[in-house]
């Protein structure tokens, strides 16, 4: 019996071999079909690049202006040495000083964010082959027609961006804002909120504030009006307001709010009845209305002390 091992068959060489030239006939036309051409490197390789390098150049420019804007907002003064009174002051005008800072920085981001958001967009539609003077006319048009319809948020606004450029008043500040008179308590880009004498909160839209009265920028003055009855001895009259006026402004209650002496003016008004004299002090801003009250009790106590008859609408107030 021959036991030597059989040959393969020869169909299964012949089923190898063709395997192995079918790979390479579709290897060789997988490689042919994506030869590289300058057409293909360029939208393959340079163009995706290109447009990887402008987002990546605005990200750092927005980054970059987002922490100078920051830094410039948060940048805060050292608190001067001073009484309880000057440190009340500083703290609030510190706290108009940084919601203005926020609010303009919010402003200034925004902005920057919107002009580089435009520019790579206008960019990458330049290098992929479109026409951007179609897309610049277009957003022309629909800015305009926004303009139009919504012209009173925009006025809003930009009234709100002027204000604040300007500062015109801030948060804390006595206000007359026509219908709304009050302490502001916060301020926006388009509505100014003002805390009444009554506690009514008015919500005011910047556009609509045609006129700012600001009774905390600067100084202020108060002004005591005397009616006296007459017949009266005007000069002995004034001699007493005045007196008890320069002794009252000495008194811990205001004297740290006094600018200066205060000033006899003399005769103010007449009438058939009544003779008005009107003394003035300048004091610290926001501080007029309890110097007033302060220097009216004392000179009213005074001039009844000296017999001198007040007249009875003043005697109330």
């Keep these: 019996m021959n036991f030597a091992p059989r040959a393969p068959p020869r169909h299964r060489r012949w089923d190898a071999g063709r395997l192995i030239r079918t790979m390479g006939a579709v290897l060789a036309n997988v490689t042919e079909a994506f030869e590289w051409t300058d057409t293909n490197r360029e939208w393959l390789i340079h163009k995706p690049l290109e447009v990887l390098v402008y987002i990546v150049v605005a990200l750092l420019l927005r980054w970059a202006a987002h922490r100078f804007i920051d830094r410039a907002a948060n940048r805060k003064r050292k608190a001067p040495p001073g009484n309880g009174r000057r440190n009340t002051d500083a703290s609030r005008r510190e706290e108009r000083r940084d919601q203005r800072r926020k609010t303009l920085a919010s402003v200034f981001k925004s902005t920057v964010s919107l002009i580089l958001l435009t520019w790579v967009v206008l960019t990458v539609l330049s290098i992929i ?189």
């Design 129 to 317: 082959g479109l026409n951007v003077a179609p897309f610049i006319a277009s957003a022309g048009i629909v800015g305009i027609a926004i303009g139009w319809g919504a012209q009173s948020l925009v006025r809003d606004f930009l009234s709100g961006i002027f204000m604040l450029l300007e500062d015109q008043y801030g948060v804390g500040d006595v206000v007359d804002l026509g219908d709304a008179i009050g302490t502001v308590e916060t301020v926006g880009l388009r509505v100014t909120t003002v805390r009444g004498i009554d506690g009514t909160l008015w919500y005011v839209r910047n556009g609509e504030v045609l006129r700012v009265g600001n009774f905390s920028q600067g100084y202020a003055v108060a002004v005591i009006d005397i009616a006296l009855a007459r017949p009266v001895n005007v000069t002995e009259a004034a001699r007493i307001i005045e007196e008890t006026a320069a002794a009252a402004v000495l008194d811990d209650a205001i004297r740290e709010h006094l600018l200066e002496a205060p000033t006899m003016l003399g005769v103010d008004q007449t009438t058939a009845y009544t003779v008005t004299l009107r003394l003035t002090a300048r004091v610290r801003a926001g501080s007029q209305w309890a110097v007033q009250r302060y220097i009216n009790s004392k000179v009213l106590t005074a001039l009844e002390a000296a017999d001198i008859t007040i007249h009875a609408e003043n005697a109330r107030q």
